[in-house]
């Protein structure tokens, strides 16, 4: 079945620092979305991204399809972007597997 | 539009015992979704729905835990008999076509004592 690596497992940032997660995975019959979860709170939905790159604020997604890997890039961290980052793979029968997370701290 | 509503938010219960988590999805959206997540853990897909039809419920433990959809809209996802292995929030999803972006719900945090 699908596999999604993603890296790091954790990572702790001075606020204003960058951060570059990363997610791989074993199948290119893939659409890729990220979320982010505050700890005890609801999946929120940051990029729906299958290929290319994509802006949202201070977030950028790039999905490279035949290479099998996706990044979310944080710029200028802020405190508030503490929580934990998933990426989720849906097949071409919308079977959906999640990633094992990125636990992100941004220190004030 | 609404989102993906969830009830009961919280359930405690002793091992042994039956439990019912209820999901109304967003309104339009075919396709239904329900993860169990662990603590400090990713959603784990358990089952999931086309309309009224079970599409694959590979993951979903079939001797204790079952799930319908009997009208394409609200799901139900039942426990007959908790152990503590359960403990864990169960999320509901929905999406509207093939391939575009799912939501959630806040999801029901479960502890079995």
């Known amino acids: 079945g699908q596999q999604v690596q993603q890296s790091p497992a954790s990572l702790v940032l001075q606020e204003g620092e960058n951060a570059e997660l990363q997610c791989n995975f074993s199948?290119?019959?893939?659409?890729l979305q990220w979320f982010y979860q505050h700890p005890g709170g609801r999946l929120v939905s940051l990029f729906y991204?299958?290929?290319g790159t994509k802006h949202t604020g201070r977030l950028t997604s790039t999905t490279v399809t035949n290479e099998r890997r996706s990044s979310l890039h944080i710029s200028s961290s802020q405190t508030t972007d503490s929580g934990t980052y998933f990426c989720?793979?849906?097949?071409?029968?919308?079977?959906?597997?999640f990633g094992t997370g990125t636990r992100l701290q941004v220190l004030p | 539009e609404a989102g993906v509503t969830q009830s009961p938010r919280y359930a405690v219960l002793q091992e042994g015992q039956a439990v019912s988590f209820w999901c109304d999805p967003i309104?339009?959206?075919?396709?239904l979704y329900w993860y169990q997540q662990p603590r400090d853990q990713g959603p784990q897909l358990l089952v999931y729905?086309?309309?009224?039809?079970?599409?694959?419920n590979s993951q979903l433990p079939s001797d204790r835990f079952s799930a319908v959809r009997p009208k394409g809209t609200n799901s139900t996802l039942k426990i007959q008999s908790a152990k503590q292995g359960d403990t864990a929030t169960y999320l509901c999803?929905?999406?509207?076509?093939?391939?575009?972006?799912?939501?959630f719900g806040p999801g029901t945090r479960l502890t079995v004592l």
């Open positions: 729905f086309r309309d009224e039809a079970v599409i694959d």
């Open positions: 991204n299958p290929s």
């Open positions: 989720a793979l849906s097949s071409n029968t919308n079977k959906v597997v």
């Open positions: 199948s290119t019959a893939t659409r």
């Open positions: 999803a929905s999406r509207r076509d093939w391939g575009v972006e799912q939501y």
């Open positions: 309104s339009g959206h075919d396709t």
